[in-house]
Protein backbone atom coordinates (compact mmCIF):
# COMPACT_ATOMS: atom_id res chain seq x y z
CA UNK A 1 0.00 0.00 0.00
CA UNK A 2 1.05 3.41 -0.74
CA UNK A 3 0.65 7.22 0.26
CA UNK A 4 -2.85 8.76 0.19
CA UNK A 5 -2.67 11.32 -2.43
CA UNK A 6 -2.94 14.57 -0.90
CA UNK A 7 -5.43 17.23 -2.75
CA UNK A 8 -3.08 19.51 -5.00
CA UNK A 9 -2.37 23.11 -2.49
CA UNK A 10 -4.80 26.63 -4.04
CA UNK A 11 -2.21 28.73 -3.99
CA UNK A 12 -4.64 31.91 -4.38
CA UNK A 13 -6.80 32.41 -1.41
CA UNK A 14 -10.76 32.55 -1.84
CA UNK A 15 -10.58 35.96 0.38
CA UNK A 16 -8.23 37.60 -2.97
CA UNK A 17 -10.54 36.96 -5.68
CA UNK A 18 -13.87 35.96 -7.01
CA UNK A 19 -12.98 33.31 -9.16
CA UNK A 20 -9.51 32.77 -8.04
CA UNK A 21 -8.91 30.15 -11.39
CA UNK A 22 -9.67 32.65 -13.69
CA UNK A 23 -8.00 35.80 -12.60
CA UNK A 24 -4.66 37.61 -12.99
CA UNK A 25 -2.38 38.22 -10.68
CA UNK A 26 -0.51 40.64 -9.87
CA UNK A 27 2.07 40.71 -6.95
CA UNK A 28 2.49 44.53 -4.81
CA UNK A 29 5.59 44.04 -2.67
CA UNK A 30 6.11 45.32 0.78
CA UNK A 31 9.34 47.56 -0.73
CA UNK A 32 7.07 48.95 -3.37
CA UNK A 33 4.06 49.40 -1.35
CA UNK A 34 5.81 51.68 1.37
CA UNK A 35 8.43 53.14 -1.04
CA UNK A 36 7.88 56.93 -0.23
CA UNK A 37 8.39 57.14 -4.56
CA UNK A 38 4.48 54.76 -4.83
CA UNK A 39 3.43 56.40 -1.53
CA UNK A 40 3.41 59.86 -3.33
CA UNK A 41 1.87 58.95 -6.38
CA UNK A 42 -1.90 59.99 -6.55
CA UNK A 43 -4.56 57.27 -6.33
CA UNK A 44 -5.20 57.16 -10.02
CA UNK A 45 -1.42 56.50 -10.64
CA UNK A 46 -1.91 53.67 -8.42
CA UNK A 47 -4.35 52.42 -9.30
CA UNK A 48 -3.02 52.29 -13.07
CA UNK A 49 0.56 50.99 -12.42
CA UNK A 50 -1.56 48.13 -10.58
CA UNK A 51 -4.14 47.70 -13.83
CA UNK A 52 -0.96 47.78 -15.78
CA UNK A 53 0.73 45.11 -13.93
CA UNK A 54 -2.39 43.14 -14.17
CA UNK A 55 -2.98 43.88 -18.48
CA UNK A 56 1.16 43.30 -18.48
CA UNK A 57 0.19 39.16 -17.20
CA UNK A 58 3.92 38.87 -16.08
CA UNK A 59 5.62 40.54 -19.00
CA UNK A 60 8.31 43.75 -18.07
CA UNK A 61 7.07 45.34 -21.86
CA UNK A 62 3.52 45.10 -22.70
CA UNK A 63 0.69 47.19 -24.75
CA UNK A 64 -2.32 48.56 -22.19
CA UNK A 65 -5.02 49.97 -24.73
CA UNK A 66 -8.00 52.30 -24.67
CA UNK A 67 -10.20 49.52 -23.62
CA UNK A 68 -7.86 48.73 -20.76
CA UNK A 69 -8.13 51.94 -19.20
CA UNK A 70 -11.41 53.15 -19.94
CA UNK A 71 -13.13 51.26 -17.68
CA UNK A 72 -10.98 52.97 -14.92
CA UNK A 73 -10.81 56.29 -15.82
CA UNK A 74 -11.18 59.25 -18.07
CA UNK A 75 -8.63 59.89 -21.01
CA UNK A 76 -7.46 62.65 -18.92
CA UNK A 77 -6.81 61.06 -16.10
CA UNK A 78 -4.87 58.57 -17.58
CA UNK A 79 -2.66 60.48 -19.60
CA UNK A 80 -2.44 62.57 -15.95
CA UNK A 81 -1.59 58.89 -14.03
CA UNK A 82 0.29 57.84 -16.72
CA UNK A 83 2.34 60.75 -16.66
CA UNK A 84 2.82 60.55 -13.23
CA UNK A 85 4.32 57.21 -13.26
CA UNK A 86 6.92 58.51 -16.25
CA UNK A 87 8.14 61.20 -14.61
CA UNK A 88 8.35 59.31 -10.88
CA UNK A 89 10.15 56.24 -13.24
CA UNK A 90 7.92 53.24 -12.68
CA UNK A 91 7.22 53.01 -16.03
CA UNK A 92 8.73 53.55 -19.72
CA UNK A 93 6.54 54.33 -22.94
CA UNK A 94 7.23 54.26 -26.35
CA UNK A 95 4.29 55.89 -28.54
CA UNK A 96 2.58 54.98 -31.47
CA UNK A 97 -0.27 56.03 -33.45
CA UNK A 98 -1.78 53.65 -35.27
CA UNK A 99 -2.02 50.86 -32.69
CA UNK A 100 -1.62 50.85 -28.75
CA UNK A 101 1.67 52.35 -27.41
CA UNK A 102 3.89 50.13 -25.86
CA UNK A 103 5.07 50.45 -22.16
CA UNK A 104 7.66 48.80 -20.22
CA UNK A 105 8.45 48.42 -16.48
CA UNK A 106 11.20 49.95 -14.79
CA UNK A 107 12.76 49.94 -11.37
CA UNK A 108 14.14 54.18 -11.29
CA UNK A 109 12.29 54.85 -8.93
CA UNK A 110 13.95 52.83 -6.35
CA UNK A 111 16.94 55.05 -7.92
CA UNK A 112 15.05 57.85 -6.42
CA UNK A 113 16.49 59.98 -2.94
CA UNK A 114 13.96 59.75 -0.76
CA UNK A 115 14.94 63.73 -0.12
CA UNK A 116 13.31 64.54 -3.44
CA UNK A 117 10.19 62.30 -3.37
CA UNK A 118 9.08 63.62 -0.02
CA UNK A 119 9.73 67.44 -0.98
CA UNK A 120 6.92 67.13 -3.32
CA UNK A 121 4.43 66.41 -0.19
CA UNK A 122 5.71 68.62 1.65
CA UNK A 123 3.91 71.78 1.90
CA UNK A 124 5.34 75.38 2.55
CA UNK A 125 5.16 76.92 6.28
Not at 10 to 34: C, E, G, M, T
Not at 35 to 50: E, G, M
Not at 68 to 91: C, H, N, P, W
Amino acid sequence: MGRAKRPAADFQQKWIAQDPHHSNFFRVYSDLFHAPAFRSLTKNAQLLYIAMGLEAKGKTVFKFPFSAYSKLMSKRGFETAKQQLVDSGFITEKRYRTVPNEYSFCADWKEKSISTVSCVAKRPP
